[in-house]
């Protein structure tokens, strides 16, 4: 099957959805036979044939519901018409689909729906709407009921979402957008109201904007007609041609069909349609991912290149040409100058695999050196460093679909509903069905519990503390012999050592209570529930690896499914929820100081060789500096020139005083980015990056699926982001070029051994491939370690609980950590730039309510959270959500800029910064409160009313108090 | 207050607090291996600059991890193995 640039819009609707199993039953439709699986639907069976029976109340996407009565047939031996939606094959059926006895059924059916749909529906004008096409299909000549809709002409168009509307005059009440939202998305935000001609859809009795709704997008999509349609289908009018590629914003990676209008440099996107044929979406999406691509049209959007001699200065629009020369020249200088030691590059997971490779051969042969380092180190470094160390392989053990399979889940430091939605559905769909969830984290997220799905425990595990609770969990398990002997025993090192140091007491419920905030019970009930399993899956995400003991804690994780017998199968393993679209391909990709693509060190000489032969060069021996170091180094005054590709550094890492200190003291900054960030504040260049709608390449997910991104039009900035390094490189004077990306990935499959089997035509062929690919798995690995450890036999560590240096004082008493929202992504450079700010217009603080009223705040004061190295001001919001003594915000809005507050604290083993824990204090700062908060100051730092608080606590609060009057 | 430790003090005393219950001798060795393997070239040499001084904020381990840097007493099969961080 060919993927590419498909000018074909409709994708084959099946209208129920498959069911697994062997194809033994033999099916006539119409006198054709079909062979299918024992219980498919006679509506699918008849489409396998190549016989489309009329329907309105089905779709492939949801399970059958038998509503529209359009589908009827007659069966030989079945008495009178059934719904062929709802009815499954038996072996040996035979089905007329067109008899006239149907044929009269469904024009009467039709007409019926035609009585209460109105004449000049728009959706039916622009071909938006099944209706005038199965009128015509089924035959209706006539409506002998009138025609108009008058039942619902008065009602109102909902037009509150920004991306699309609800007109209940189109709606023909077959239910499907009601049974998208509960059964796909999950979050039952649609019903039926009413009964007859009086019954509507309603998103809870609000408007869609007010209600529940997380407009994921699936009610729209699912909708037969007009009445729910995307505001963009209204004003541009249908699309006329579509490509398969690939979302760029979550780890998850769903594939979607781009739908447009034109060619070249006139197309247009209509909309984005999850694809259903996606190995990672199954055509489901986010908020994000179906509306949020705004950004990439954005006035804000800068299409030239750009120099200036002082950041001080004026930019300067300059020529492609000129720009490459400035770069070039500006590094050679500084390398001349300083060293090679002086200059590097970080690359970023926005990126595709061809471009982040790109990136890191320019540093390593361009500029000398490994001094390249990827975005990556400060999400999900320690979880390469600590899945490796256990289990030989820097990626997550499992396929999405593996949840399926799941009977527990613990989910840990990770809050999917809303960082990584369409995996959040399936996880609530298996929720549904039975799968127990513990719920380990700070706050109270939606997981624990919400429509329909309750997690059966939440521990609300104190930030810093996560060592010491995944050892308590191994320690009940190990004492109360609830391991599996057998796994442990053949297929993993250092058993006995890391049972002895387990069961030490120190490590029990009992013992780490007081650390973690876990009460004992709660603890060992997790522990055995988990050992119960049968199968127990792991799923984390960035409250497991931004913490000083990430990587620890990654092999805490892993022990935990060692101990337990929970790897190398179906619906168990460790899985860390990624960031970023590409934070898998970016670190496979080489873009690591120490190591190589495919994740070998510099230091061995047989893989040096390989890339000194096909490049070369020289490949240094010695690791280069990660992101931290560099800063620290220019701070030095040994590192002078850093080219970031699309990271928004000074946004994103911490300690914004110490990141704009250090790009202040380079010499070149270039910047390659959609838009002028914050870290272009700093720029001496600026290049003009590509969209991902303009991008052909890959991109690699969290479950290791590779799937191709293809360019939706071409890029608006006249060059592609390769074609741009391979320049800079050529022009410093090391020739680097490539016909097209394909090139480029087939360069890596020729030198990296777990993408040996990659290229672009496979995977056009295939859809996906997850690796390794190789001649042993020509297919791609859904699931990793099934008999061995790609190490050989598993590692278990002692995993020592080291606590944090950053603990909460009299001075900094509460906790700062920090995470996502489903609306906004990341620094929000794309998100903010799109109507998704509707939902998040700013970062707020969520506090506890005792905290809050310690500090007399209320929801909607403005607020100063201070720490050790800054402050900032935000709206607060009190929530239940929190634990007391912990507050939480986003990093989405620069002008909150919450990592002015964080430290430079970071994971012991990859200098992952330590996002979770901060120590802060938060004190209002609206005027009518201010006294009151001087008040609660005194208290919060023990002291008694009329006492002395200490100097620097009260010149804290009194300067703020004075800087918001 | 931390964040005004020189940068190599600072990540060597977090590799310190981490490998430190391994006891002194197994800990400098593990110690040193990760600066090895992960440190570049110019913070090795910032360390060894600071030991060669006796500055007296380092941690004794650190000093004798630095040491063991000097004499190759580190696990060469280690830092050549991946690490995927």
Same mark, same amino acid.
């Given at each position: 099957m060919t993927l590419l640039d498909q000018p074909a819009l409709e994708t084959p609707d099946h209208g129920t959805p498959p069911v697994l199993g062997e194809a033994t039953a033999q099916v006539t439709v119409d006198g054709i036979g079909v062979l299918v699986p024992p219980g498919t639907s006679v509506m699918r069976a008849a489409k396998l044939a190549g016989v489309d029976i009329p329907k309105l109340c089905a779709t492939d996407s949801l399970k059958a519901f038998g509503s529209c009565r359009l589908c009827l047939v007659e069966v030989e031996g079945i008495k009178g018409t059934p719904a062929s939606c709802t009815t499954p094959c038996v072996d040996g059926m035979v089905v007329s689909t067109r008899t006239d006895q149907v044929a009269q059924l469904r024009r009467g059916v039709m007409e019926l729906y035609l009585s209460d749909?109105?004449?000049?529906?728009p959706g039916c004008a622009r071909g938006n709407c099944e209706m005038q096409e199965l009128a015509h299909e089924v035959g209706v000549a006539e409506v002998r009921y009138g *025609?108009?809709?008058?039942?619902? *002409?008065s009602e109102p168009v909902d037009e509150s979402n920004p991306y699309f509307a609800y007109d209940p005059k189109a709606c023909i009440v077959c239910s499907r957008c009601v049974r998208a939202c509960s059964d796909i998305q999950q979050t039952f935000a649609l019903t039926v109201e009413g009964r007859g001609f009086d019954a509507r859809i309603t998103p809870g009795g609000t408007d869609f904007l007010s209600s529940e709704c997380v407009s994921c997008g699936a009610c729209v999509q699912a909708c037969p007609t007009d009445a729910l349609t995307e505001k963009s289908v209204v004003s541009l009018g249908m699309p006329s041609r579509s490509v398969i590629t690939t979302c760029a914003y979550c780890g998850v990676g769903c594939s979607f069909k781009a739908e447009v209008q034109g060619t070249g440099d006139g197309t247009r996107v209509v909309r984005m349609v999850p694809w259903?044929?996606?190995?990672?979406n199954e055509g489901h999406s986010c908020v994000k991912g179906r509306f949020a691509y705004g950004y990439a049209s954005h006035r804000d959007r800068q299409m030239e290149p750009m120099v200036r001699d002082s950041i001080d200065d004026e930019w300067r629009v300059v020529s492609w040409d000129e720009a490459i020369a400035r770069v070039a020249s500006g590094f050679l200088e500084l390398r001349e100058r300083y060293g090679a030691g002086a200059i590097g590059g970080i690359s970023s997971s926005r990126c595709t695999n061809e471009e982040v490779y790109v990136v890191q051969k320019m540093v390593r042969a361009a500029f000398g050196n490994n001094n390249i380092d990827t975005c990556a180190r400060v999400c999900h470094s320690p979880t390469g460093y600590g899945l490796n160390h256990a289990f030989g392989t820097s990626a997550g053990t499992q396929d999405f679909p593996s949840v399926d399979s799941a009977d527990v889940m613990l989910v840990i430091g990770a809050n999917p509903t809303d960082a990584h939605p369409v995996f959040a559905s399936r996880m609530k769909r298996r929720m549904r069905a039975g799968a127990q969830v513990i719920v380990a984290d700070p706050r109270r997220i939606d997981l624990v519990r919400s429509p329909h799905v309750e997690a059966a425990l939440h521990l609300p595990v104190r930030p810093g503390t996560n060592v010491a609770f995944v050892n308590a969990m191994c320690h009940v398990i190990a004492v109360e012999g609830l391991y599996d002997e057998v796994f442990l025993r053949e297929r993993c090192d250092d058993v006995d050592g890391y049972l002895e140091f387990i069961a030490r007491p120190e490590h029990s419920p009992e013992a780490t209570e007081g650390e973690t905030g876990i009460p004992a019970s709660d603890l060992r009930t997790a522990a055995r529930l988990y050992a119960a399993g049968p199968n127990s899956a792991i799923y984390y995400g960035l409250g497991v690896t931004e913490h000083s003991q990430g990587s620890t804690m990654v092999m805490g994780m892993a022990n935990l499914a060692m101990l337990t017998g929970n790897l190398g199968r179906e619906g168990v393993g460790v899985n860390p929820l990624r960031g970023q679209n590409n934070v898998q391909g970016s670190c496979d990709m080489g873009s690591f100081p120490h190591e190589l693509p495919g994740y070998r060190h510099v230091s061995r000489p047989e893989v040096r060789e390989i890339y000194e032969s096909l490049w070369g060069v020289t490949i240094q021996a010695e690791p280069g500096l990660r992101i931290p170091n560099m800063f620290d180094s220019a701070l030095g005054g040994s590192f002078k020139g850093l080219y970031v590709q699309g990271e928004d550094i000074a946004q994103s890492d911490p300690n914004t005083q110490h990141v704009e200190a250090a790009l202040r003291a380079m010499e070149l900054v270039v910047v390659h980015d959609l838009f002028l960030n914050e870290t272009a504040r700093f720029a001496h260049v600026f290049l003009p990056g590509a969209s991902f709608l303009e991008k052909d390449g890959t991109f690699t997910n969290a479950e290791r699926r590779i799937n191709r991104v293809r360019p939706v039009m071409p890029s608006r900035v006249g060059k592609d982001e390769w074609q741009v390094v391979c320049e800079i490189a050529t022009a410093m004077g090391y020739p680097m070029s490539y016909a097209a990306p394909s090139e480029i990935m087939d360069e890596i499959a020729a030198t990296t051994p777990t993408f040996a089997g990659v290229s672009f035509a496979r995977l056009d062929a295939e859809g996906s491939m997850q690796w390794p690919v190789t001649d042993a798995a020509p297919h791609g690995t859904p699931t990793m370690h099934v008999g061995s450890f790609v190490r050989g036999k598993g590692q278990l560590t002692p995993t020592v609980y080291v606590p944090t240096t950053e603990r909460a004082n009299r001075r900094y008493p509460l906790v700062l950590t920090t995470g996502r929202i489903l609306s906004q992504y990341n620094v929000g450079a794309q998100t903010r730039r799109t109507p998704n700010d509707t939902w998040h217009p700013e970062d707020v603080l969520e506090i506890h309510p005792s905290d809050a009223e310690l500090r007399g705040i209320s929801s909607g004061d403005v607020v100063e959270l201070s720490s050790r190295v800054g402050r900032t001001e935000l709206t607060a919001v009190v929530s239940e959500r929190m634990p007391a003594g912990v507050v939480y915000t986003t990093f989405h809005h620069p002008v909150t800029g919450a990592n002015v507050v964080t430290t430079e604290n970071s994971d012991w083993a990859t200098n992952c910064p330590e996002y979770k824990v901060t120590a802060v204090q938060v004190m209002v700062t609206t005027e009518a409160a201010r006294a009151a908060s001087l008040e609660s100051v005194e208290a919060s730092v023990g002291g008694k009313r009329g006492e002395r608080v200490p100097d620097d606590v009260m010149a804290t609060a009194t300067e703020a108090m004075a800087r918001r009057r | 207050m931390s964040h005004e430790v020189p940068p190599v003090v600072r990540l060597g005393h977090d590799l310190v607090r981490n490998f430190e219950p391994l006891g002194p001798e197994k800990a400098a060795y593990e110690i040193a291996t990760h600066i090895r393997k992960f440190w570049e070239a110019r913070m090795r040499a910032d360390l060894a600059a600071r030991v060669r001084s006796g500055d007296p904020t380092l941690h004794p381990l650190l000093v004798r991890a630095a040491q063991d840097l000097v004499d190759d007493d580190y696990d060469r099969a280690e830092v050549s193995e991946s690490s995927g961080g």
């Open positions: 749909h109105p004449v000049d529906c *025609l108009g809709g008058a039942s619902h *002409l259903k044929d996606g190995g990672a | -």
